[in-house]
Nanobody, 123 residues
Framework: QVQLVESGGGLVQAGGSLRLSCAAS????????MGWFRQAPGKEREFVAA????????YYADSVKGRFTISRDSAKNTVYLQMNSLKPEDTAVYLC????????????????WGQGTQVTVSS
C-alpha cells in the first residue's frame, strides 16, 4: 500500500508560479510511475503529467506542455510539479497518483491517490 501526501497549493495571480510536492511512503517505488491529475469544480478529473520512477521518461497533457515540469527526488520519495505561467483555467484540486504501470498511467485503475491540494489562479 502506498500513501501519498500532497502539498504546495495556494492562491497565485495569473502568470505566477507554484511548485507542488507529493511525498510517498509505504513501499519501494522502483517499478512505479507517479504523476498528477487535476479536477476543477463541475468537471471531470483530467491527466496533467507523469514520470517513471527512474526519471528517464515523462509526458504531459497538451494543455500544460511547456509550462509545467514534473520531476522526482528518489532519495526523498517525492515527486514535484513545477507550474509556471499559470492561467485561471489551471484552477483545480491537484491530485497525486502512484501506479505500477507507466504506459497506461492515465487510465489504469490500479494504484493509490493522495487527498489533493487546491490551486487557485486569479485573473
Amino acid at each position: 500500500q502506498v500513501q501519498l501526501v500532497e502539498s504546495g497549493g495556494g492562491l497565485v495571480q495569473a502568470g505566477g508560479s507554484l511548485r507542488l510536492s507529493c511525498a510517498a511512503s509505504g513501499r519501494t517505488f522502483s517499478s512505479y510511475a507517479m504523476g498528477w491529475f487535476r479536477q476543477a469544480p463541475g468537471k471531470e478529473r483530467e491527466f496533467v503529467a507523469a514520470i517513471k520512477w527512474s526519471g528517464t521518461s515523462t509526458y504531459y497533457a497538451d494543455s500544460v506542455k511547456g509550462r509545467f515540469t514534473i520531476s522526482r527526488d528518489s532519495a526523498k520519495n517525492t515527486v514535484y510539479l513545477q507550474m509556471n505561467s499559470l492561467k485561471p483555467e489551471d484552477t483545480a484540486v491537484y491530485l497525486c497518483k502512484a501506479a505500477p504501470v507507466y504506459r497506461d498511467f492515465e487510465t489504469t485503475s490500479s494504484g493509490s491517490w493522495g487527498q489533493g491540494t487546491q490551486v487557485t489562479v486569479s485573473s
